[in-house]
């Protein structure tokens, strides 16, 4: 008997279903001691025990029955129910500029199969234009799928893919990119990209959403609109991430690639610019830049695509008693470089300083970032930190942890000289250091405060 | 048998003679008698045979936990429309259908762009109410109430709880869905005269409250959001308006008798489905009272009825409906003075059309229900989906003609008018102006084929008005970010075993008890008996007694002064349990419940003080009474015993309130 006709089905549960002779999507007539059912049997999700089998009752709601609770099932009718997104040609119109969709396996347009809850993503232009019509009126859009991986699987294989894949699209015209892309770890790709693709002369534009799309309340539809309009009519020429400005649906940030990063693990608003004000906010009527400076779309084709990377890096966050015997591990695992995420101005214990030391001495590189986000390393005002400086670990000033990873992972790619690697790792390619923080580079308000909460009662954030 | 030849003959439009005008009042009298339209009280059940009335119930009912549904803000805190510590704006896009295409309204309300804005309180509502925080688990307490109350519906529980997305594209609830689980399936209650089926019983969560919706902004606040409810649905299997009525209450019968959910307004919402034969399914929603009921589907059944009627009249004029097709044209207000105080002047870019519907002569004041016509549904849809508030047209067959003839005849000389035609004159902002016409198109178009699919808003006057259109059969899916729950054996067993008596066992109880029949809804709707029992069995008071201070005293108390705040029935324990300890005559309760009821905090002895109630030893009352007697011999010379009787007891009245029975006393003064 073929297995798939049991479709995520396993143990018992399947056994039952083999000894009455019921498939998934099978319409069946069930006896239990809870009285009779009716309905269509679904797959089963994964995950889920193999005591329970699920069928879609008529009025469209699923339920589970207990398999100890069932005394027959007689199979009435079958209708197999295969879901596909529609397609509908994604109109060419000649005044329109021409955007590119890359896509790494985020969905920020997905549809749901309502009988079974699987998400199928929309991609192809024809795709996303039955499931955003408003993108044929900002952009000519075509796509291309480069991997399928979810975001917690990007990695510098797929950095290095990305960048040479859009240092080609440059190189055949396109007037801005678009790249779809889960949130989790999108920063990481907006800082690996930035590092990898410099002196782009058009918008390079990362979005995803917090909200799959097959809800009527989803963030990723707007998104994708102020992302195609970023790309193609904005004059920022940078790596961007855009996402959501406040929770409302009202406009979206265009945050800097290497100051940015995912602030909430669910809210909308989630990306916040650190350190700094974002670049610009975009809307459906356009950009409308924050940041005086920036880079200018151009119209030459003079990219500059570097993919390299070196994978044997790694990121530490401090902890009080923390043990030498972590860092002597690595070292002896063959790491090439560690960003510490230090305590307050960039600090660690005592006890960890021989096991620094002994790194050094075999030539790894290490970092030290702060796990305050905000802020520069100060390793000159107490004597901790300039001994650790003394023992050779170098302060990355104000870049985020993460972008001083992906940065030291790119600087050791390409060299091996550690003083070549410290000029890199300290010499700024986009904002990931900058040279002064301005006052409302920091603005965390806390709620209760009344002028706090007068603010937030009128503003609609 | 072909119901449309026996009953639906399409009725020969009165023929005017030349010159003489369309009446529409004559029209809207005639259709009306045409369809066989009679008031509720008229109509009997070869009525609603006739025209194939059905009916079904969707009865939501909030539970009485401490904690929201899926979130862990409390239930039950409301705060007023004003009242907000912050705001923010959705908008609601359709998502696709399973066939790749939006529901045609759904996209036409999309194009128009609803601001949804929500008002939130902080002590409300938290990120999960506002989607900005996937669901915690499924509240517990809620689960196992719905459990009970599912067992005492006869349902079958399900062997595992999956929770599933509902779309509602109102903006109603912040994620564009409501989340909400079959607890069991395939039920029944027993009415008077006969069963009728559930189809199951949900639990979910309750959606925002309206605050107000002008314009293209909707506003909601977010406090009632979230809270657990469960929904029982019936089959279509009610008959007649009075079955809808007992079905909804017997269901909350139910409900309450379980001492689990909420009591007070909003607390016990029906939807109400209607359909007359050849009709289709249309949504009352939210009927808050029972007794509204009736009325409300009895108008529906026959407001269907009537547009099939429509159908056939349309059907006869029409060939080729597929090409039928409105046109209009843009006008100045110049030429259109009596506009000017009906068109807002504030709202700039604002436009005025004129429309000419071919072949509606005598269709837009068609009757539909009582002082409503068909033009109605145009003007009610413009409202909803075109966003224009109202007034937003004038049409050729108002019975009260702001237009005047001469405006009508110079519009259709304009279009080439045929005189079976009908004009409207429409007006809203520019931009709302192409939704606008679209939605009358298609609401005309609608017509010729069936009842549309909608949802209708009630009103007390027992009418209703368009609210959405019905989302399509595909608005349901599951929950991605919810596991399902297992429903254990032993779960049920325990549930089972500590149900509360059965409402069909509550009335066998009231009437072993010989209670009054006129008190059994008041005492099922309150869950009063468990009250009773306790009074009966721990303080010895009669059932009947207590039944009639319940469903008599107390329900005209209700009516008559303010309810303290504090006021709960089991206030009515503790004063008959003093009264019983001092010794008082019951027939004192009655008037110290009527303080109670609008002072609960009061203590009883204070309650006797304001009723200048003094302990007077009974001995000392019935020694008044040859005294009395031998006064009012003296003051009166009639014979008539009775009339002395009273005279005497008027006045003892007062002392022998709560001292003695008045009874037994009147049993003592003799003549
Ligand atoms: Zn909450």
Redo the contacts between chains.
């Keep these: 008997m073929n297995e798939d006709i049991f479709q995520g089905y396993k143990g018992r549960a399947l056994e039952l279903l083999k000894k009455f002779n019921a498939r998934v999507w099978a319409q069946v007539k069930v006896d239990s001691t809870r009285g009779e059912f009716e309905g269509t049997i679904l797959p089963r999700a994964e995950n889920t025990d193999d005591r329970h089998i699920v069928i879609k009752f008529f009025t469209g709601y699923n339920i589970g029955l207990d398999i100890d609770t069932i005394t027959n099932m007689i199979e009435v009718g079958y209708k197999k129910a295969i879901y596909k997104i529609p397609e509908k040609e994604f109109p060419y119109s000649a005044d329109k500029p021409n955007v590119k969709l890359l896509g790494t396996g985020g969905t920020i347009a997905s549809r749901l199969d309502y009988r079974t809850g699987a998400v199928i993503p929309a991609f192809s232009p024809g795709e996303l234009y039955g499931a955003v019509p408003e993108l044929a009126d900002i952009c000519n859009l075509t796509t291309e799928k480069l991997f399928a991986v979810f975001s917690e699987n990007m990695g510098p294989e797929q950095y290095k893919k990305l960048a040479i894949a859009i240092g080609q699209e440059i190189e055949k015209g396109t007037q801005g990119i678009v790249i779809g892309h889960g949130t989790d770890t999108m920063h990481y790709t907006s800082s690996a990209l930035t590092f990898m693709v410099q002196n782009s002369p058009i918008p390079i534009v990362l979005v995803g959403s917090q909200r799959s799309s097959d809800r009527p309340s989803s963030d990723a539809a707007l998104n994708l609109m102020h992302a195609a309009t970023a790309a193609a009519h904005g004059d920022i020429a940078e790596v961007m991430i855009c996402m959501f400005g406040p929770t409302s649906d009202e406009y979206g940030f265009l945050h800097r690639g290497t100051r940015v990063r995912k602030m909430h693990s669910s809210y909308r608003s989630t990306f916040r610019t650190i350190g700094d004000m974002p670049l610009a906010t975009v809307t459906r009527k356009g950009v409308f830049p924050i940041q005086k400076e920036y880079n200018k779309r151009r119209n030459d084709k003079n990219v500059k695509v570097m993919p390299f990377f070196e994978e044997r890096i790694t990121m530490i966050y401090y902890y009080t008693n923390m043990n030498p015997d972590i860092i002597d591990m690595l070292v002896e695992h063959g790491y090439k470089g560690i960003i510490i995420i230090g305590t307050g101005l960039g600090h660690v214990n005592k006890p960890l300083y021989p096991a620094i030391e002994r790194a050094v001495k075999k030539g790894v590189a290490i970092y030290m970032t702060v796990q305050t986000l905000w802020g520069y390393v100060h390793m000159f005002v107490y004597d901790t930190g300039r001994d650790l400086m003394a023992k050779g670990v170098i302060p990355a000033e104000n870049m985020l942890p993460e972008t001083a990873y992906i940065k030291l992972g790119w600087a050791l790619g390409q060299t091996t000289d550690l003083e070549k690697v410290k000029e890199i790792m300290l010499t700024p390619i986009n904002s990931e250091i900058t040279a002064r923080e301005p006052y409302n580079g920091y603005l965390i308000y806390q709620g209760g405060v009344p002028e706090v909460e007068a603010f937030i009662r009128s503003f609609r954030k | 048998m072909c119901w449309k030849k026996l009953i639906l003959r399409p009725l020969k439009i009165y023929q005017y003679p030349m010159k003489e005008r369309f009446d529409p009042e004559r029209n809207y009298a005639e259709t009306r008698k045409a369809i066989g339209y009679l008031p509720r009280n008229q109509a009997t059940q070869a009525d609603y045979d006739r025209i194939g009335f059905m009916s079904g119930l969707e009865v939501h009912q909030q539970l009485k936990t401490k904690e929201k549904l899926f979130c862990r803000c409390p239930a039950g805190l409301f705060q007023k429309a004003d009242e907000?510590?912050?705001?923010?704006?959705?908008?609601?896009?359709?998502?696709?259908s399973?066939?790749?295409?939006y529901d045609g309204t759904a996209l036409m309300e999309f194009k128009t762009r609803k601001e949804i804005?929500y008002r939130i309180k902080?002590e409300t509502a938290c990120?999960y109410d506002?989607?900005?925080?996937?669901p915690f688990a499924l509240n517990r307490e809620a689960l196992n109430i719905s459990l009970e109350i599912a067992l005492m519906s006869r349902l079958?529980?399900?062997?595992?709880?999956?929770i599933?997305?509902?779309?509602?594209?109102d903006g109603s609830i912040?994620?564009?869905?409501q989340r909400?689980?079959?607890i069991g399936?395939?039920g029944e209650i027993w009415l008077r005269k006969k069963r009728v089926r559930l189809?199951?019983l949900?639990v979910e969560e309750d959606s925002c409250r309206e605050v107000s919706d002008i314009g293209h902004v909707r506003i909601y606040r977010t406090d009632r959001l979230g809270m657990p409810l469960i929904e029982t649905?019936t089959y279509p299997d009610f008959v007649n308006p009075d079955e809808v009525r007992e079905g909804a209450d017997y269901i909350r019968f139910i409900n309450r008798s379980s001492g689990k959910v909420r009591t007070g307004i909003g607390s016990t919402r029906a939807d109400v489905n209607v359909s007359c034969r050849g009709g289709t399914r249309v949504e009352i929603k939210g009927v808050s009272h029972t007794s509204w009921m009736p009325e409300l589907v009895h108008n529906e059944s026959f407001r269907q009825w009537a547009l099939l009627h429509i159908k056939e009249l349309l059907k006869e004029r029409v060939q080729d409906p597929k090409g039928w097709r409105i046109n209009f044209r843009e006008i100045s207000l110049s030429g259109y003075k009596f506009l000017s105080p009906l068109i807002p002047h504030d709202v700039p870019d604002f436009k005025v059309y004129i429309v000419n519907i071919p072949k509606f002569q005598g269709i837009l004041s068609h009757f539909t229900q009582p002082g409503k016509m068909f033009a109605d549904e145009l003007t009610d849809r413009l409202k909803v989906i075109a966003c224009i508030e109202k007034p937003n047209m004038l049409h050729s067959e108002m019975f009260e003609d702001l237009a005047g003839e001469t405006t009508w005849d110079k519009i259709r000389k304009g279009f080439k008018s045929d005189e079976k035609d009908a004009q409207l004159i429409i007006w809203g902002p520019s931009a709302d102006i192409p939704t606008a016409l679209e939605v009358i198109e298609e609401r005309c178009k609608i017509a010729f084929e069936k009842v549309p699919n909608e949802t209708r808003k009630s009103f007390e006057n027992g009418t209703t008005i368009f609210e959405r259109v019905l989302p399509g059969?595909?608005?349901?899916?599951?929950?991605?970010d919810s596991?399902?729950i297992?429903?254990e054996?032993a779960t049920?067993q325990k549930v089972a075993g500590n149900l509360p008596p059965l409402i069909s066992g509550r009335m066998k109880q009231l009437i072993e008890w010989e209670v009054p029949q006129d008190t059994f809804t008041y005492i099922l709707k309150h869950n009063l008996v468990p009250l009773m029992e306790r009074i009966t069995n721990d303080l010895g008071i009669s059932p009947r007694y207590v039944s009639t201070l319940l469903g008599h005293s107390l329900k005209h108390i209700q009516g008559q002064v303010h309810r303290g705040n504090d006021f709960s029935f089991d206030l009515i324990y503790d004063l008959l349990k003093f009264v019983v300890s001092w010794e008082l005559d019951l027939g004192i309760a009655r008037k110290m419940l009527l303080q109670l009821y609008e002072y609960p905090k009061m203590d009883f002895e204070s309650i006797l003080v304001t009723l200048d109630f003094k302990v007077i030893p009974k001995e000392e009352i019935e020694g008044e009474i040859p005294f009395l007697v031998s006064k009012y011999k003296q003051i009166y010379t009639s014979s008539n015993e009775g009339a002395g009787k009273r005279w005497v007891m008027g006045n003892l009245h007062t002392s022998a309130l709560g001292n003695v029975s008045l009874k037994e006393l009147s049993e003592k003064v003799i003549f």
């Excluded at chain 2, 079958?156 to 999956?162: F, L, S, Y």
């Design positions: 907000y510590d912050a705001e923010l704006i959705r908008h609601m896009r359709p998502t696709l399973e066939l790749g295409e804005i902080n990120t506002v989607d900005d925080t996937p079958k529980i399900v062997g595992e709880v999956h599933t997305r509902k779309q509602y594209l912040p994620t564009g869905f909400t689980a079959i399936v395939e189809i199951q949900s649905v059969a595909d608005r349901m899916y599951p929950d991605t596991a399902p297992p429903i054996e049920i």
